[in-house]
């Protein structure tokens, strides 16, 4: 080998060295986008499921309340009829408060704003909490594919290395705003693109 291919060689190793630096530094940011969007994702999953579980007790503790009402209300009516035909003044008066009563405790269990506990307000709690679900349901994913775009990224860079093809690299880097895109969708705007 002549001293002129001989510094051919060098220049060519020392540049093909200064590109594999520059894809090892584009894997790194790649792979931090990746760590982000998994936290990300994961933390609006646990989400989701904590809110899905907050929906169903609030619903169960919502049809509860209804039941109780319905069975109040129930031996409110059967007292007034019973009232009709009680002729005893004393006994009347004893049924009388005993359904004023019920029908009180009828409309507390239909309204108790105090407590937050009545069947109006945890019907409305329960929605809320679905609405909740829902949202980070929509955030979980656009971060999944946030994930999964960064994941064919760092393949791509890293098979520009083997192969030396520099469209690679460029795809991978397209690939990683493709992510980056999801993940701000993910972060501001979940339900722009309907992916459930």
Same mark, same amino acid.
């Given at each position: ?11 060519? =190793? ?9 894809? @090892?530094?584009? $894997? ?5 986008? %990746? !760590? ?15 809110? /899905?579980?907050? @929906?169903? /007790?609030?619903? !169960?503790?919502?049809? &509860? ?9 129930? @031996? &409110?009516?059967?007292?007034?009829? /019973? %009232? ?6 004393? =006994?009347?008066?004893?049924?009388? #408060?005993?359904?004023?009563?019920? +029908?009180?405790?009828? &409309? ?29 349901? =929509? #955030? ?5 594919? !946030?994930? &999964?775009?960064?994941? $064919?990224?760092?393949?791509? =860079? ?6 030396? $093809?520099?469209?690679?690299a460029w795809v991978s880097g397209l690939v990683t705003l493709a992510g980056v895109a999801m993940t701000l969708l993910g972060l501001? +705007? ?7």
């Amino acid at each position: 080998m002549s001293a002129h291919e001989s510094m051919e060689h060098a220049e060519h =190793a020392e540049h093909a060295s200064t590109e594999n630096r520059k894809i @090892a530094l584009l $894997i790194a940011v790649i792979a931090l986008c %990746l !760590a982000l969007s998994e936290t990300l994702g994961k933390g609006a999953q646990t989400e989701s499921i904590s809110k /899905n579980v907050e @929906a169903s /007790n609030l619903w !169960a503790f919502f049809q &509860a309340k209804s039941i109780r009402r319905t069975a109040v209300q129930t @031996a &409110a009516e059967q007292g007034k009829l /019973n %009232l009709a035909t009680t002729t005893d003044e004393a =006994a009347k008066a004893a049924l009388q #408060k005993q359904i004023d009563d019920w +029908q009180k405790t009828a &409309a507390r269990y239909r309204s108790e704003p105090d407590t937050g506990e009545g069947s109006e307000q945890l019907s409305e709690r329960a929605k809320h909490a679905e609405h909740e679900r829902d949202e980070a349901t =929509a #955030k979980y994913h656009h971060f999944e594919l !946030a994930s &999964a775009a960064f994941q $064919i990224a760092i393949v791509l =860079a890293s098979a520009t290395i083997i192969t030396g $093809i520099a469209a690679l690299a460029w795809v991978s880097g397209l690939v990683t705003l493709a992510g980056v895109a999801m993940t701000l969708l993910g972060l501001f +705007q979940p339900h722009l693109l309907p992916l459930h």
